[in-house]
């Protein structure tokens, strides 16, 4: 089950800006998630492919003074990131620890290709975790693996994007040529990285596959548009972090010289036509570990 193959969008500090724009995107559609999940207060959440923390903290929201969150990721600089936002935020209640998922519950388990750290099986209330089983080579393995932290009865949440939706219907209205190109880019990147376009579409059999309990699951999407929107942003930083392994795997569509102006061209596009423009659809899955008692 080990995951050698390069994370697509590389480990630059670009690429940890990145994630924190995807995360305020993503915020709403996550936080409804989790909640519905079953994450609350008290609880002791395991943060699956952590990156900078943004997942973690919501979750530290949601379980409070008495709870806690603990982050795992293999990038000792996200970790960092993370760390330290915590720390400027004054969170307390969050911890980040260098993990592979696989081998995370150590001895017995499938050691993972970085060997690092491992986390006690049983230990978690809960294992939430977004856009991170989508990079495994084998989620299902990835996620019956992790799922070994949550304690019978604990909770399982799982966020995923389709990339591949925006592939097969109306990405913008009015169509948006440019936003169209990017979506085409960015989806021809991502799988040819080896990364899944359609990991939310298989979270119902990830979980059967891992041996979970059928799980309730929900598509969504947010919908932007305006002067405002961050999502020109997140594109052009997405095709940023995405080009340096997308050129040498030989995509083409996008050069260097157009990323610097993406995020403008895309704005003064969208705003000019008055398009309205349909982010990756992802859809979010939780259950409730099987208690054998
Ligand atoms: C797309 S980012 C998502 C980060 C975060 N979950 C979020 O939504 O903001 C995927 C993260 O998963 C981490 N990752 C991917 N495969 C991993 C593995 N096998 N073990 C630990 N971390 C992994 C990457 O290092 C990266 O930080």
């Not at 080990?2 to 690429?15: F, K, L, N």
């Not at 969150?69 to 996200?78: L, Y």
Request: glycine share 12%; aromatic share 4%.
């Amino acid at each position: 089950m080990s995951e050698e193959r390069p994370y697509v969008c590389g480990h630059t500090s670009r690429e940890r800006e990145r994630l924190d724009v995807q995360a305020l995107i993503y915020a709403d559609v996550t936080r409804r998630a989790l909640v519905d999940g079953g994450v609350g207060p008290g609880m002791r959440v395991v943060d699956l492919g952590c990156g900078t923390g943004s997942v973690s903290l919501l979750a530290a929201e949601l379980v409070g003074s008495t709870g806690s969150v603990t982050g795992i990721d293999r990038d000792p600089e996200a970790l960092e990131a993370a760390r330290s936002r915590a720390r400027s935020l004054g969170v307390t209640n969050v911890a980040y620890v260098q993990a592979d998922v696989a081998g995370i519950t150590g001895p017995g388990s499938d050691r993972g290709a970085s060997g690092a750290g491992t986390l006690p099986a049983g230990s978690f209330d809960a294992l939430v975790g977004r856009f991170v089983l989508m990079h495994q080579r084998d989620p299902t393995a990835a996620l019956a693996e992790a799922a070994r932290l949550v304690r019978p009865g604990g909770s399982i949440v799982m966020v995923e994007s389709v990339m591949a939706a925006l592939l097969e219907s109306r990405s913008s209205e009015p169509p948006c040529p440019l936003y169209d190109r990017v979506v085409r880019w960015t989806c021809a990147a991502v799988e040819a990285g080896g990364a899944d376009l359609h990991a939310g579409l298989r979270l119902r059999a990830t979980f059967a596959g891992a041996g979970l309990p059928s799980p309730v699951t929900r598509l969504e999407a947010p919908v932007e548009g305006g002067a405002d929107s961050l999502l020109y942003r997140y594109c052009a930083e997405s095709v940023r972090s995405m080009l340096p392994l997308a050129e040498r795997l030989g995509v083409t569509g996008l050069t260097v010289a157009e990323v610097d102006t993406l995020e403008n061209d895309l704005r003064t596009v969208a705003v000019a036509g008055g398009h309205t423009l349909v982010a990756w659809p992802v859809v979010a899955a939780w259950c409730r570990v099987e208690d054998p008692a």
